[in-house]
């Protein structure tokens, strides 16, 4: 039967997305909250019902090098982590965008040390911001299982061929139970081709990999890199349009608005907070605020202009960040907002908050403040600088 | 020896006399074609590979200085992955900045996981490539950029580190040391090590004349008297037991080894050696000693 929908916890539906992609190679080091998609697929191997090398390596900086290796080889590769574990993959993670490597990955968003905190915020995946990897953010389970095989098409496009991480809340989304459609083989086998790279190592056909570029010719392949962003961006709205044609499911292309075309006051975000945002809004456009939502799922390639398009009738913006640049006060989607509407004629006042920092909950009174401090700001038409909206005033 | 018809080609930005240049050249005689070789940052990396152009001519992959032995890993087990392991050896090969030191936490997770592959290091006992730092590698009283003598020092303070034991502990079923300057003994290690199953290891002791101070003309020189010095053991264990040394007639003393290298010239004064080099011959007597090679 189609579309049965299961209770299953948020990470046994990614491992069990993974398992239908069929990877060749995985390798993962076990790290909370990520911990859970590793064990799935370890059980999926041990009962045969993947086939695959499944590498328990010693680090996660072995996890991700030991995917270079197999996907130059022409494997298609997986892994996941979080917080620490990509931290400590960091300078592997450019290595593999250089290279051009398709390798897919879920980062279990969480909170980094010091101090220490296993908790949820988004810190760790835009740490990784400019290490050449696309990130997309889902907003709840479903989203999060039916992005891995929109991600592996994606990353694997001869025209992209970018790694790739599918960003998920921890906890917040990994350990929940919920109802979800797990993805059926014969569908996932229609809509996911087979990985047939171009360029592999191969004795019948040797190339060189990860050479020496002097300054006459390194510019080019970041450049190159750059490129396929752009076409990405093009890529991620066609292949959500074609997974619903398939799967019958649909979550936006790069943004997706909600209560969006004739709100004055938009709040943007990524990842499981937009749920209780969308809840917020139902309530307060009962008491007749003008509300909407403006979902990022791509975060790496930026939607500049679905972003520009999608503000174009907005009064005022309300960025939520769950990460801050220490020393800026803003967190990375407000500077990114702030920095697409600059060189336009839009002259739309950006307001950013950082909130949920180390898995802080996140309630629906939180959102109502900010609103309330955006229609302030609004009616006395004064700029709001951006900062915390959940300090405690105790500590 | 095949010198055009090598699989290394020449046209590389070696150094007249370069050690890695000789062992990448001796691998691919001994390995042939059905191979893929990782290499870790390094000179051997960097000479050989200046974009667009590439000496190897076998599949290769760089990726950085410390994961060479998880980058292999992955490689061997995307071979089996897709069935096109068949008799495709892998092989890393790397200095010993990228073995002993910074890579040696994902060389003893390749070998604790058992992936049939070889993991080669090329010892020229620092870091070359960036100017001739100490590395764990280096030998006791060596003059290194980091570890200079001075009036309150006598070059590097202490002992190389036995890496042959560490791998073979690993339960390694062939570790084996080498030396550029025996090119067909070397060889043939390197063919044993691949056509073992499992992870295999040998170390060849590589004079870098840049490095050390000599002649470029000197290398094989250079290698022979740290072999005939007992200086470098030549040995090979299988299942962690010694079961081949390269036994030494005639062993000299070890002031013959020290005395054509300038990273040792503060050992020595117009008066003669300084009691340092007692000690380096006291080590050189151990490894005669401890390894039967006389």
Redesign the interface.
Known sequence: MKNKMTVVEGSYAVAHSVKVCKP??I?AYPITPQTHIVEDLSQFVADGEID??Y?????E??AI???????????R?YSSTTSQGLALMH??LF?ASG?RLPIVMTVVNRALSAPINIWNDQQDSISQRDTGWIQLYAEDVQESADMTPQIFKLAEDKDVLLPAMSCMDGFILSHVYEPVILLEQDLTDEFLPQFEPEFI???A??????????PT?YTEFRYRQEEAMGVALKKIETLANEFNDIYGRYYGGLVDGYMLDDAEIVVMAMGSVIGTVKDTIDMLRKDGVSVGLLKVRSFRPFPVDAVRKALKNAKIIITLDKNISVGKNEGALCTEVKACLHNTKMRIPVIGFMLGHGGRDIPMGTIVNIVDKAKAAMKTDSFIESGFADLREDL | MKTGTSLLAPGHRGCAGCCDALAGRFLLDALGKDCIVVSPTGCLEVFTTPYPESSWGVPWIHSLFENAAAVASGVEAALKALGRKNNTKVVSIGGDGATLDIGLQAISGAFERGHDLTYVCVDNEAYMNTGVQRSSATPLYANTTTSPSGRESRGNPLHKKNMPAIMAAHGSPYVATASVSYAPDLMKKIKRAAEIEGPTYVHIHAPCCTGWGFDSSKTIEVGRLAVETAMWPMYEMENGEVTKVRKIKDRKPVEEYLKVQKRFKHLFTKDGAREEVKKIQELADWNAKHFGLE
């Open positions: 060749n190679v390798s695959c090398e590498m328990n390596v010693e680090s900086f072995s090098s030991a995917l270079i290796g197999a996907s130059a080889v022409g494997a590769t300078e592997a290595n290279m190592l191969d004795p056909n040797p190339m060189s990999f990860g050479a020496f570029a002097d010719t």
